[in-house]
């Protein structure tokens, strides 16, 4: 127990949520987290949603990484949380970059900040495994379990080498990258080499100098001096996407939810429509991995359900809450609770919704998909009716940030006359 759980006995336990893009999956937890009796603190873009909602103290975390970090340092030292929870992979690199100055020694609570993080995401060899696809891959192989056959490709002659002799369809897949963005399905050699160069130089030194530029943040010129994110070449798993969600403390698992993917929002992205299912092989591959790597906090784990025999292939972790986290159906998969129980005496009193089916349609993401689709009928359709200013946040489809002001002049350029104070300060969204 860190020195800042220590310090809380007797009162009710405290999370700081940190958001640096607009995801409902995010403003989500949040209710649920709050709901349950946590004192919540949320970080999050002036047009985030979680802005209007009650029983959440909402800051903003500003537009650069500077301002993020400082509100996370002032957060922290002021509110003495119990855990921080990563929103997005943005969030863990803010995580990661305040870990490093704290075992450095750098201010003035920097031990308190170092044990805080260690409690929220686990040892600091999990924050490379969380981000590095292709080492999570190698490490899951040595531990035992079932992968599909990956390999780092350095240059675009060894994919040609690879391809010639590799069956199609393949996986190409970006380190760093998450929500389906730097994964691409291939189909044929061709195929493979113009994505290879689209994910090689997505992240080179020509586009940290354009993210910079359009951010009007100095920080993205960090990849000027990065090694650029390593690119795999992995197996096609042909079957059905899978999730296991899970709530840990110290590489041990409070509590998890099993699902697979019915529907999602694209080929390559998260899902839309889920179906509950009880896999042994899911669960002892998210406890072996969380074990070996000390992990604590949310953590997601992906897989592919093999078509011909159902085996589950690990092909991804997500160190952060995935949209399934706030879903419970018993004390086994109710993560909110058992985390509750964890960093607190003070027992707190969860109501789990009546879920009366294995298969759930999340809100908004189906309805965003097509409002028409039947699984919004036919299946339990997760929306929280008792909050209507969620809902009327997330009616309509928004963007994940807000537009950059290259985006905003080239409105301007094309709809002089559309553009409005609404415009340039425009609600933002969730995947």
Same mark, same amino acid.
């Given at each position: 127990m860190?020195?800042?759980?220590?310090?809380?006995?007797?009162?009710?336990?405290?999370?700081?949520v940190?958001?640096?893009?607009?995801?409902a999956?995010?403003?989500?937890?949040?209710?649920?987290l709050?709901?349950?009796?946590?004192?919540?603190v949320?970080?999050?873009?002036?047009?985030?949603?979680?802005?209007g909602?009650?029983?959440?103290?909402?800051?903003?975390?500003?537009?650069?990484?500077?301002?993020?970090?400082?509100?996370?340092?002032?957060t922290?030292?002021?509110?003495?949380?119990?855990?921080?929870?990563?929103?997005?992979?943005?969030?863990?690199?803010?995580?990661?970059?305040?870990? !490093?100055?704290?075992?450095?020694?750098?201010?003035?609570?920097?031990?308190?900040m170092?044990?805080?993080?260690?409690a929220?995401?686990?040892?600091?060899?999990?924050?490379?495994?969380?981000?590095?696809?292709?080492?999570?891959?190698?490490?899951?192989?040595?531990e035992?379990l079932?992968?599909?056959?990956?390999?780092?490709?350095?240059?675009?002659?060894e994919l040609?080498r690879?391809?010639?002799?590799?069956?199609?369809?393949l996986?190409?897949?970006?380190?760093?990258?998450?929500?389906?963005?730097?994964v691409?399905?291939?189909?044929?050699?061709?195929?493979?080499?113009?994505?290879?160069?689209?994910?090689?130089?997505?992240?080179?030194?020509?586009?940290?100098?354009?993210?910079?530029?359009?951010?009007?943040?100095?920080?993205?010129?960090?990849?000027?001096?990065?090694?650029?994110?390593?690119?795999s070449?992995?197996?096609?798993?042909?079957?059905?996407?899978?999730?296991?969600a899970?709530?840990?403390?110290?590489?041990?698992?409070?509590?998890?939810?099993s699902?697979?993917?019915?529907?999602?929002a694209?080929?390559?992205?998260?899902?839309?429509?889920?179906?509950v299912?009880?896999?042994?092989?899911?669960?002892n591959?998210?406890?072996?991995?969380?074990?070996?790597?000390?992990?604590?906090g949310?953590?997601?784990?992906?897989f592919?359900?093999?078509a011909?025999?159902?085996?589950?292939?690990?092909?991804?972790?997500?160190? !952060?809450?995935?949209?399934?986290?706030?879903?419970?159906?018993?004390?086994?998969?109710?993560?909110?609770?058992?985390?509750a129980a964890?960093?607190?005496?003070v027992?707190?009193?969860?109501?789990?919704?009546?879920?009366?089916?294995?298969?759930v349609?999340?809100?908004?993401?189906?309805?965003?998909?097509d409002?028409?689709?039947?699984?919004?009928?036919?299946?339990?359709?997760?929306?929280?009716?008792h909050?209507?200013?969620?809902?009327?946040?997330?009616?309509s489809?928004?963007?994940?940030?807000?537009?950059?002001?290259?985006?905003i002049?080239q409105r301007?350029?094309?709809e002089?006359?559309?553009i409005?104070?609404?415009?340039i300060?425009?609600?933002g969204?969730?995947?």
């Amino acid at each position: 127990m860190s020195n800042l759980q220590a310090s809380h006995q007797g009162r009710q336990p405290s999370v700081v949520v940190v958001a640096t893009v607009h995801w409902a999956s995010t403003a989500r937890l949040c209710l649920a987290l709050a709901e349950s009796g946590f004192e919540v603190v949320a970080l999050a873009p002036d047009d985030h949603a979680l802005h209007g909602l009650s029983g959440i103290v909402v800051r903003s975390i500003g537009r650069t990484r500077a301002h993020g970090l400082s509100e996370i340092i002032r957060t922290v030292e002021s509110r003495l949380p119990d855990l921080l929870v990563p929103g997005d992979e943005r969030a863990i690199d803010f995580m990661r970059i305040l870990y !490093r100055r704290a075992i450095g020694g750098k201010g003035r609570s920097a031990g308190q900040m170092a044990a805080l993080i260690e409690a929220s995401l686990g040892l600091p060899s999990a924050f490379v495994f969380a981000a590095q696809k292709s080492r999570l891959v190698s490490l899951a192989q040595r531990e035992g379990l079932l992968v599909p056959t990956t390999t780092v490709v350095d240059d675009i002659h060894e994919l040609r080498r690879l391809v010639a002799k590799a069956q199609f369809p393949l996986v190409l897949k970006q380190d760093g990258s998450s929500g389906g963005q730097g994964v691409r399905i291939v189909s044929n050699a061709a195929d493979a080499e113009q994505s290879f160069v689209e994910l090689r130089t997505s992240a080179g030194p020509r586009a940290a100098v354009k993210m910079a530029l359009k951010k009007l943040d100095l920080s993205y010129l960090d990849g000027l001096y990065r090694n650029r994110p390593a690119i795999s070449l992995q197996e096609y798993v042909v079957g059905r996407p899978a999730n296991r969600a899970v709530v840990c403390h110290r590489g041990e698992v409070l509590a998890g939810l099993s699902v697979e993917a019915l529907q999602t929002a694209h080929a390559t992205g998260p899902a839309t429509v889920i179906r509950v299912i009880d896999s042994l092989e899911m669960s002892n591959a998210a406890a072996r991995m969380v074990r070996h790597l000390g992990l604590s906090g949310f953590v997601g784990f992906d897989f592919m359900l093999e078509a011909a025999t159902g085996r589950a292939y690990l092909i991804e972790m997500n160190g !952060r809450p995935t949209q399934i986290c706030h879903l419970a159906l018993d004390a086994n998969s109710d993560m909110i609770s058992a985390l509750a129980a964890r960093l607190s005496p003070v027992v707190l009193r969860r109501t789990i919704p009546n879920i009366d089916g294995p298969t759930v349609a999340l809100f908004p993401q189906e309805s965003w998909r097509d409002p028409d689709s039947g699984y919004l009928t036919s299946a339990f359709h997760d929306v929280p009716r008792h909050v209507p200013e969620f809902i009327a946040a997330y009616r309509s489809q928004v963007a994940s940030e807000p537009p950059d002001w290259v985006q905003i002049v080239q409105r301007y350029v094309r709809e002089p006359r559309r553009i409005s104070q609404d415009t340039i300060v425009s609600p933002g969204s969730c995947r």
